[in-house]
């Protein structure tokens, strides 16, 4: 399995948002799959989501 997906977005590089809420966000959805992020609806999105975390398991999603 590769990480990441070809949506990532850009974090801000100031050293008083690097644990920001939005920052931790961006985090977590750079890590998630193309099969997850380029679902066709909110629903599917949702089901993907939840089934490759639950594979997955929350030590993916460290904060580190």
């Known amino acids: 399995m590769t990480r ?3 949506q990532k ?4 590089t ?3 948002d690097a644990n920001m809420f ?3 966000v961006i985090n977590f959805w750079n890590k ?3 099969s997850v992020v380029l679902a066709t609806s909110i629903s599917s999105f949702k089901q993907q989501l939840s089934s490759f975390i639950m594979n997955v398991g929350s030590e993916y999603f460290s904060v580190n």
């Open 4 to 6: 990441g997906n070809s």
């Open 9 to 12: 977005l850009k974090k801000k």
């Open 14 to 16: 100031t050293a008083r």
């Open 22 to 24: 939005y920052n931790r």
């Open 32 to 34: 998630l799959p193309d």
